[in-house]
T-cell receptor, first 111, second 116 residues
């Protein structure tokens, strides 16, 4: 079946790097995504990675994919207070195209 | 590009009434839209997949007669919560995928439904 797991909470100091981890089970996933959700708002696509890539960098964001271990991570460099939010990892199920979400990781950035 | 507009953003209704939520893709055609439900501090639960011109595909455990989905055009899908009860209070979010796109499911801003 399809399942996505994330740690629930991460606290960092402003200026430090944040690393949010995610594991998934569907080996046929084609794309994996990171979304950001601020309180009371919808989801904002941060970045995505195709399943045949190992790494993708976009400004302060770095995504690492270990397909063998089915492990995905999101690194945010120089974390700012504005980065405080819930971050969702999601996989696009290979056979249905549905997005399966993790539980979300609440990132708390302390000044 | 790729903007999805969801309305209303917030609605309070009385038990027993019905509420319609709209999801529009503003600058692209969306053959497929998805409806999610999110409980406080929890993840998004996929309720149904809405395909233009055909019946929606509901996830296991989601009542079809309770949550009516209509996708009459390539830019509009609606979710109607019928005979709403307090346990239907939740945050409902739609998303749309651009036709023939391989990435970038765009999400609406969500609708906070409170049933009193």
């Amino acid at each position: 079946g399809e399942d996505v797991e994330q740690s629930l909470f991460l606290s960092v100091r402003e200026g430090d790097s944040s690393v949010i981890n995610c594991t998934y089970t569907d080996s046929s996933s084609t794309y994996l995504y990171w979304y950001k959700q601020e309180p009371g708002a919808g989801l904002q696509l941060l970045t995505y990675i195709f399943s045949n890539m190992d790494m993708k960098q976009d400004q302060r964001l770095t995504v690492l994919l270990n397909k063998k271990d089915k492990h995905l991570s999101l690194r945010i460099a120089d974390t700012q207070t504005g980065d405080s939010a819930i971050y969702f990892c999601a996989e696009r199920a290979g056979n249905t195209g549905k997005l399966i979400f993790g539980q979300g990781t609440t990132l708390q950035v302390k000044p | 590009g790729a903007v999805v507009s969801q309305h209303p953003s917030r609605v309070i209704c009385k038990s027993g009434t019905s509420v319609k939520i709209e999801c529009r893709s503003l600058d692209f055609q969306a053959t497929t839209m998805f409806w999610y439900r999110q409980f406080p501090k929890q993840s998004l639960m996929l309720m149904a997949t809405s395909n233009e011109g055909s019946k929606a595909t509901y996830e296991q455990g989601v009542e079809k007669d309770k949550f009516l989905i209509n996708h009459a055009s390539l830019t509009l899908s609606t979710l109607t919560v019928t005979s709403a009860h307090p346990e239907d209070s939740s945050f409902y979010i739609c998303s749309a995928i651009r036709q023939a796109s391989n990435y970038g499911y765009t999400f609406g801003s969500g609708t906070r439904l409170t049933v009193v």
